[in-house]
T-cell receptor
Framework: DVKVTQSSRYLVKRTGEKVFLECVQD?????MFWYRQDPGLGLRLIYF???????EKGDIPEGYSVSREKKERFSLILESASTNQTSMYLC????????????FGQGTRLTVV | QKEVEQDPGPLSVPEGAIVSLNCTYS??????FMWYRQYSRKGPELLMY????GNKEDGRFTAQVDKSSKYISLFIRDSQPSDSATYLC???????????FGAGTRLFVKA
């Protein structure tokens, strides 16, 4: 069974903290993505990566950075968390040859207080 | 204007009803059309995938794409309480990395 695993289901952090969200996939997929999901706005792409050490900005990269040191792991970093980054964060992966099918993790609900 | 528009609902139907979920889009470069289902407190999972125009059927689910109208639909026949979820349409251009998602329609099927 294919799997994308996010390190935390729920997180509460304080304003100004540095926050790390981790994602691991076991499908040997080339592509990995970070989205945030907000009511009425759907899924918005923050960053994606198509290879180790490669990254591309999505639609809303401001306030975020990413790291992909190994093929199976893609990390999202909030350098200085703010309350407007309270959201559901979803990691996804897809293969290069079937990139229309993305597999999602269960999501991390982050609350910044 | 958003690239993909989807009515957020909620949509409430009785068990056994035929459900119609729809999205419109503005980018004529989209060639791949997907429907994802998302249960509460879970990540989305791919339900249906269609390339270009036409229909695709899978059990109780039928996906339709009308590229001339820039309109896609998902039909659910004989709806069940277990179909209660948020349904997200998604689209992608050929050769692109980015998938554009609709906001999702929340569906409730009452027993």
């Amino acid at each position: 069974d294919v799997k994308v695993t996010q390190s935390s289901r729920y997180l509460v952090k304080r304003t100004g903290e540095k926050v790390f969200l981790e994602c691991v996939q076991d499908m040997d997929h080339e592509n990995m993505f970070w989205y945030r999901q907000d009511p009425g706005l759907g899924l918005r792409l923050i960053y994606f990566s198509y290879d180790v050490k490669m990254k591309e900005k999505g639609d809303i990269p401001e306030g975020y950075s990413v790291s992909r040191e190994k093929k199976e792991r893609f990390s999202l970093i909030l350098e200085s968390a703010s309350t407007n980054q309270t959201s559901m964060y979803l990691c996804a992966s897809s293969s290069l040859d079937r990139n229309t099918e993305a597999f999602f993790g269960q999501g991390t609900r982050l609350t910044v207080v | 204007q958003k690239e993909v528009e989807q009515d957020p609902g909620p949509l409430s139907v009785p068990e056994g009803a035929i459900v119609s979920l729809n999205c419109t889009y503005s980018n004529s470069a989209f060639q791949y059309f997907m429907w994802y289902r998302q249960y509460s407190r879970k990540g989305p999972e791919l339900l249906m995938y269609t390339y270009s125009s036409g229909n695709k059927e899978d059990g109780r689910f039928t996906a339709q794409v009308d590229k001339s109208s820039k309109y896609i639909s998902l039909f659910i026949r004989d709806s069940q309480p277990s179909d209660s979820a948020t349904y997200l349409c998604a689209m992608k251009a050929t050769g692109g990395f980015k998938t554009i998602f609709g906001a999702g329609t929340r569906l409730f099927v009452k027993a």
